[in-house]
Nanobody, 112 residues
Framework: QLGLVESGGGLVQPGGSLRLSCTAS????????IGWFRQAPGKEREAVSC????????YYADSVKGRFTISRDNATDTVYLQMNNLKPEDTVVYYC?????WGQGTQVTAVQ
């Protein structure tokens, strides 16, 4: 178990921004690729963004390209997902993933 913990979710208006954070209580994240996924009720979990061990390797789902940015800070052992220009359809639970391990999720809500 890595003890993944997400934070930073919340309620914003459409067009607003949030920054999600992922940390691990039981291990360093430095040597792992990290993924952010999201899941709406009744739907499959989908990949939002991933980052390799090197910051130069990233992936974004088409639905978030140009709005979300993934990054990692090895000094604080944290992976971030900066989410700008949030849309109502971004309203779901976001999860941090490392290999077979998942965090508990953090809710993001973008509504008027």
């Amino acid at each position: 178990q890595l003890g993944l913990v997400e934070s930073g979710g919340g309620l914003v208006q459409p067009g607003g921004s949030l920054r999600l954070s992922c940390t691990a209580s039981a291990s360093s994240l430095e040597n792992y690729p990290i993924g952010w996924f999201r899941q709406a009720p009744g739907k499959e979990r989908e990949a939002v963004s991933c980052i390799g061990v090197s910051d130069s390797t990233t992936y974004y789902a088409d639905s978030v390209k140009g709005r979300f940015t993934i990054s990692r800070d090895n000094a604080t052992d944290t992976v971030y997902l900066q989410m700008n220009n949030l849309k109502p359809e971004d309203t779901v639970v976001y999860y941090c993933n490392v290999q077979q391990y998942w965090g508990q999720g953090t809710q993001v809500t973008a509504v008027q």
